[in-house]
């Protein structure tokens, strides 16, 4: 991997966005419409790892969600609910290139950033895939809910609803 930086995602970025995603996330396929929509309904939340030379490297996909509810993998939104003071993260995704680089905790880090500056008191989002721990070094925490127990499910065994705090 040459040099490579986050970017805001674009529309025309969806086709590799979506072969990250065969690669990354095998598991838990979902249309291409359902990164379309999210794109559309929070720009500022997706961004892409691209290199200099134009391959991308991975994706990040986020959006304002309320707290303790999970969007069913492989379905659209329909919108935000008004008043959301929660940001979801969506899905992280790198090819193996691009990970052990700090790409993951520098796009981690402006998507806190963007919560904080929309009025978010805090973000959400299901681990999957063992990464619990890349989580927990990005300050969230595990947070037990009966009520996602269903949901949780759907993803694997191994799956974790995880919360950060923005404010006291």
């Known amino acids: 991997m040459g040099e490579a930086d986050w970017r805001p995602m674009a ?32 720009s500022a939340g997706c961004h892409v790892l691209a290199d200099r030379q134009g391959p991308l490297h991975g994706y990040l996909v986020s959006h304002p969600w309320p707290a303790g509810t999970v969007p069913a993998l492989n379905s659209l939104l329909g919108g935000i609910p008004p008043g959301t003071a929660n940001w979801y993260i969506h899905d992280l995704a790198l090819l193996p290139a691009g990970r052990g680089t700090g790409a993951a905790g520098r796009i981690v880090a402006r998507i806190i950033d963007e919560a904080a500056r929309a009025g978010c008191a805090s973000l959400a989002l299901v681990a999957v895939n063992d990464s619990t721990g890349f989580w927990e070094r990005q300050g969230f925490r595990v947070a037990h809910d009966p009520a996602l127990d269903r949901k949780l499910a759907s993803y694997d065994d191994a799956a974790r609803y995880m919360r950060r705090d923005l404010r006291g």
């Open 11 to 42: 529309p025309a970025d969806l086709p590799a966005v979506m072969a990250i995603a065969a690669v990354v996330h095998p598991g838990y396929p979902e249309e291409e419409a359902v990164f379309a929509e999210r794109l559309r309904l929070a």
